[in-house]
C-alpha cells in the first residue's frame, strides 16, 4: 500500500496557480532535495537501531552511541519529514466551514491558510537560529558532537518551509487573494502588538483569548492545527509574557525529541510494511472469512484487526494505514458509506489507545513511574470493553442489512485462511515477547517488526515490491513530520499552560473534588477528553501526569485503572472531530473528506464514551489481571 496523503480530502489545497511556472519547476526540485535526504534518514534510524539490538543481545557488546546518533538524527527526520508534509499540504487541518463556503470566499480561506503558516515559519525561524547558535556550547557526551548539528535541524526545516509558502505564493494565480490575506495577516499582527500593554494586564484571561478563541478561529479557518498551535503559543509567549521568543522554539525541540517518539516513524513504516506484503492482507482475510457473511461483518472485522494490529505497531496513524487500505473498497462495495467507514476507523483508533504497546501507555510509565509491565497487561480489557459497544452500534445500524449475494465460506475455507494467516498474527506476539524479554526496548522493537516482515514477506508471502520501498519511507517521513510537529506545537502550548499557573490551578481544584475517587474519575475523563482535543496525548500527559497521578493515588484510585481511564478519555477528544487530530489523520489515510464523517462519528463517539462509562465503573477490567 501507498498511501498518498496529498490525494487525501485534508490538505491545504492552496490558491489557484499559473500553468507551467518556472517556478514550478524550481519548487519539484527543491522537493527532491528534500524527499530523498528524509527517505534516507528513515532507513537510517533502522539501521542504527537494529544495530543496537543486535551489538546488545547477540554480541552482548552495547553501542553507547547509538542512542545519541538516533536522537540527533531523528530531529532532523522530524524537521525534513514536516516540511515534506508542508510542501505536499499533507498537514492536519479541518476544512468543515471552508468546504461550505462559496468559491470566492474558499480560494481566499486557502491562501489565508497558507500565509498563516508562512507567517508562523517567519517568526520562528530567528528564533530557531538563536536556539541552533546556543546548542553550540553544549557538546554530546558520547559521540562528543556540537550539540549544533542537531539543533540545525530547526531553522533548517523552517527555512525550507518559508523557501516553500513564498515559492506557493509567487505562483498564485491571483494575486489579489495574496495581497488581501497577507494584509489580513499584518493588520492581526499589528493590532496585536499595539494591544500588548492590555494583553500584558489581563492575566489569565489570556488563556482564553489565546488558547481558546485565537485557536478556534484559526483552526475553523483552516490553518492547519499544527500552525495554530504554533501562532497561538508564540503571540501569548511574547506578547503577554517577558519570556524570550526562543523559548518557543526550545519547547517544540523537546516536544520532538523524546527518543520515545522514535518508535513514530518506525511504527508507521511497519504499518506501512505489513501491507505491502501481505501480511495485514492475511490477517484481515482470515477475520473476513469468520465475519463477512453477517450483517455488518466487515465493520465488525473493522474493529478486530483495528484492535489486532495495534498490538503490531504502536502507532494510531500505522494502524489505520495498514488497515483502512485493504477493507475499504470491500466495504464500499457492498453499499457502506464513506462518512461511516472513516468515523468507525477514528472511533477504533480511540478505542485500541490503550493495547501494548501504546506509545501513550510508554510515555505514562516514564513521566509517572508506574510500571509499563502493569500498564501493559491492563491496558487489553479495556480495549476489548470499547469494542463490544463500538460492536452493538454497528449491530444496531446494519441490522437490516442485504447480505442475500455473500456466500458463507465452509470451514474448509477459514483453516485455508487461518494457516495463511498464522505468519501475520504471530508477529504481535514476537514484538510483545521481544519487549518483555528485555530483547529490545518499546523504542527498538519496532525494527524486529520490520525485519520480520521483510522476511515474511520475501520467503512466505512471495509479496515485497522493492520499488514501492523509497515511496513507503517518503511516506512515513511525511506522515511522521505532520505528526510531530503538532506534538511540538502542542508542547509549546503545554509550556505557557504551565507558566500560567492554569495546570497548578487544575490540579488543586481537582484534589478537592466531591464524590470521593468516583468523582475524581468522572471529573478526570471529563477534563482528558478536553485535553485530547487540545493538546494531543502525549504533551497531555507529560504536563498533567506527575500532578494528576499522585492525587489518584491519594484519593485511593489504582494508578494503572487511574491510567486506562485516562488514556480512553484523552482518545476520545483525540479523534473527536472538530479539533480531535486523531480525525483527520484517519480522513487523510483513508482519503475520505472530514465533513463526511461529522454526522456518522456522533454515534461511535456516543459508544466510546459509554464503554468509557464501563471502564470507570468498573476497576476489575483495568486491574483484574495483574
Known amino acids: 500500500?501507498?498511501?498518498?496523503?496529498?490525494?487525501?480530502?485534508?490538505?491545504?489545497?492552496?490558491?489557484?496557480?499559473?500553468?507551467?511556472?518556472?517556478?514550478?519547476?524550481?519548487?519539484?526540485?527543491?522537493?527532491?532535495?528534500?524527499?530523498?535526504?528524509?527517505?534516507?534518514?528513515?532507513?537510517?534510524?533502522?539501521?542504527?537501531?537494529?544495530m543496537g539490538v543486535v551489538s546488545r543481545y547477540v554480541f552482548h557488546q552495547p553501542i553507547v552511541w547509538s542512542d545519541e546518533l538516533a536522537s540527533i538524527l531523528f530531529l532532523w527526520l522530524a524537521m525534513l519529514g514536516a516540511t515534506v508534509a508542508f510542501r505536499r499540504s499533507d498537514h492536519m487541518r479541518m476544512t468543515a466551514l471552508v468546504a461550505m463556503a462559496r468559491p470566492r470566499l474558499r480560494a481566499?480561506?486557502?491562501?489565508?491558510?497558507?500565509?498563516?503558516?508562512?507567517?508562523?515559519?517567519?517568526?520562528?525561524?530567528?528564533?530557531?537560529?538563536?536556539?541552533?547558535?546556543e546548542e553550540m556550547f553544549v557538546q554530546t557526551p558520547a559521540l562528543e558532537l556540537n550539540n549544533a548539528w542537531r539543533a540545525a535541524a530547526l531553522p533548517v526545516g523552517f527555512g525550507l518551509m518559508l523557501a516553500i509558502a513564498v515559492l506557493r505564493l509567487l505562483e498564485t494565480a491571483d494575486w489579489r487573494l495574496t495581497v488581501t490575506a497577507l494584509a489580513l495577516g499584518g493588520a492581526i499582527a499589528g493590532g496585536l502588538v499595539l494591544l500588548q500593554p492590555v494583553l500584558m494586564g489581563l492575566g489569565n484571561v489570556n488563556l482564553l483569548l489565546f488558547f481558546v478563541l485565537g485557536v478556534g478561529a484559526l483552526v475553523f479557518s483552516g490553518v492547519p492545527i499544527a500552525f495554530a498551535f504554533g501562532l497561538a503559543t508564540f503571540a501569548y509567549v511574547t506578547l503577554t509574557t517577558n519570556a524570550p521568543s526562543m523559548v518557543v522554539v526550545g519547547r517544540m525541540d523537546e516536544g520532538m525529541s523524546h527518543l520515545i517518539l522514535l518508535a513514530v516513524p518506525l511504527f508507521v513504516f511497519l504499518g506501512l510494511l505489513i501491507e505491502m506484503t501481505g501480511m495485514a492482507k492475511a490477517m484481515v482475510g482470515f477475520l473476513a472469512s469468520l465475519l463477512g457473511h453477517v450483517r455488518g461483518g466487515l465493520h465488525y472485522v473493522l474493529v478486530g484487526a483495528m484492535?489486532?494490529?495495534?498490538?503490531?505497531?504502536?502507532?494510531?496513524?500505522?494502524?489505520?494505514?495498514?488497515?483502512?487500505?485493504?477493507?475499504?473498497?470491500?466495504?464500499?462495495?457492498?453499499?457502506?458509506?464513506?462518512?461511516?467507514?472513516?468515523?468507525?476507523?477514528?472511533?477504533?483508533?480511540?478505542?485500541?489507545?490503550?493495547?501494548?504497546?501504546?506509545?501513550?501507555?510508554?510515555?505514562?510509565?516514564?513521566?509517572?513511574?508506574?510500571?509499563?509491565?502493569?500498564?501493559?497487561?491492563?491496558?487489553?480489557?479495556?480495549?476489548?470493553?470499547?469494542?463490544?459497544?463500538?460492536?452493538?452500534?454497528?449491530?444496531?445500524r446494519y441490522r437490516s442489512e442485504d447480505l442475500s449475494h455473500v456466500p458463507r465460506p465452509s470451514g474448509r475455507i477459514i483453516g485455508r485462511t487461518l494457516v495463511i494467516a498464522l505468519p501475520a498474527l504471530a508477529l504481535?506476539?514476537?514484538?510483545?515477547?521481544?519487549?518483555?524479554?528485555?530483547?529490545?526496548?518499546?523504542?527498538?522493537?519496532?525494527?524486529?517488526?520490520?525485519?520480520?516482515?521483510?522476511?515474511?514477506?520475501?520467503?512466505?508471502?512471495?509479496?515485497?515490491?522493492?520499488?514501492?520501498?523509497?515511496?513507503?519511507?517518503?511516506?512515513?517521513?511525511?506522515?511522521?513530520?505532520?505528526?510531530?510537529?503538532?506534538?511540538?506545537?502542542?508542547?509549546?502550548?503545554?509550556?505557557?499552560?504551565?507558566?500560567?499557573?492554569?495546570?497548578?490551578?487544575?490540579?488543586?481544584?481537582?484534589?478537592?473534588?466531591?464524590?470521593?475517587?468516583?468523582?475524581?474519575?468522572?471529573?478526570?475523563?471529563?477534563?482528558?477528553?478536553?485535553?485530547?482535543?487540545?493538546?494531543?496525548?502525549?504533551?497531555?500527559?507529560?504536563?498533567?501526569?506527575?500532578?494528576?497521578?499522585?492525587?489518584?493515588?491519594?484519593?485511593?484510585?489504582?494508578?494503572?485503572?487511574?491510567?486506562?481511564?485516562?488514556?480512553?478519555?484523552?482518545?476520545?477528544?483525540?479523534?473527536?472531530?472538530?479539533?480531535?487530530?486523531?480525525?483527520?489523520?484517519?480522513?487523510?489515510?483513508?482519503?475520505?473528506?472530514?465533513?463526511?464523517?461529522?454526522?456518522?462519528?456522533?454515534?461511535?463517539?456516543?459508544?466510546?464514551?459509554?464503554?468509557?462509562?464501563?471502564?470507570?465503573?468498573?476497576?476489575?477490567?483495568?486491574?483484574?489481571?495483574?
Open 307 to 396: 484492535y489486532l494490529v495495534s498490538g503490531i505497531s504502536g502507532s494510531k496513524a500505522a494502524d489505520m494505514a495498514a488497515v483502512a487500505p485493504v477493507l475499504f473498497p470491500e466495504m464500499k462495495a457492498r453499499g457502506a458509506k464513506e462518512g461511516d467507514l472513516v468515523a468507525l476507523l477514528a472511533a477504533t483508533g480511540a478505542q485500541t489507545e490503550t493495547i501494548p504497546p501504546s506509545i501513550v501507555l510508554i510515555t505514562i510509565g516514564s513521566v509517572t513511574g508506574v510500571s509499563i509491565t502493569a500498564l501493559f497487561t491492563g491496558g487489553l480489557m479495556p480495549g476489548l470493553v470499547l469494542a463490544v459497544t463500538l460492536c452493538a452500534l454497528v449491530w444496531w
Open 428 to 626: 504481535p506476539f514476537v514484538i510483545r515477547a521481544a519487549v518483555v524479554e528485555g530483547v529490545a526496548t518499546a523504542t527498538e522493537v519496532s525494527t524486529i517488526g520490520i525485519v520480520y516482515a521483510v522476511l515474511a514477506g520475501l520467503l512466505i508471502y512471495r509479496q515485497f515490491d522493492w520499488r514501492r520501498v523509497y515511496p513507503m519511507l517518503v511516506t512515513t517521513a511525511t506522515l511522521s513530520g505532520a505528526i510531530l510537529l503538532i506534538i511540538g506545537a502542542a508542547t509549546g502550548m503545554a509550556w505557557a499552560l504551565t507558566q500560567s499557573g492554569f495546570s497548578q490551578t487544575l490540579a488543586v481544584t481537582m484534589k478537592s473534588l466531591p464524590g470521593g475517587p468516583l468523582g475524581f474519575l468522572v471529573v478526570s475523563a471529563v477534563a482528558f477528553i478536553i485535553l485530547g482535543s487540545v493538546l494531543e496525548g502525549i504533551p497531555a500527559i507529560v504536563l498533567f501526569g506527575p500532578l494528576l497521578f499522585p492525587i489518584a493515588r491519594s484519593v485511593g484510585v489504582h494508578e494503572v485503572h487511574y491510567a486506562m481511564v485516562v488514556i480512553l478519555a484523552m482518545g476520545v477528544g483525540l479523534f473527536a472531530p472538530p479539533f480531535g487530530v486523531g480525525y483527520y489523520a484517519a480522513c487523510a489515510i483513508s482519503r475520505i473528506h472530514p465533513d463526511a464523517g461529522m454526522r456518522p462519528i456522533v454515534g461511535y463517539i456516543v459508544a466510546l464514551l459509554v464503554g468509557l462509562a464501563v471502564i470507570v465503573l468498573v476497576p476489575w477490567f483495568s486491574i483484574g489481571f495483574l
Open 1 to 50: 500500500m501507498h498511501v498518498d496523503i496529498a490525494d487525501a480530502a485534508t490538505p491545504l489545497d492552496g490558491p489557484p496557480l499559473r500553468a507551467r511556472s518556472p517556478l514550478k519547476t524550481l519548487d519539484t526540485a527543491l522537493g527532491h532535495l528534500i524527499e530523498i535526504p528524509a527517505a534516507l534518514l528513515v532507513a537510517l534510524e533502522m539501521v542504527v537501531l537494529l
Open 108 to 133: 481566499f480561506l486557502e491562501t489565508v491558510a497558507l500565509v498563516a503558516g508562512l507567517i508562523f515559519v517567519a517568526l520562528v525561524l530567528h528564533p530557531a537560529y538563536e536556539f541552533a547558535s
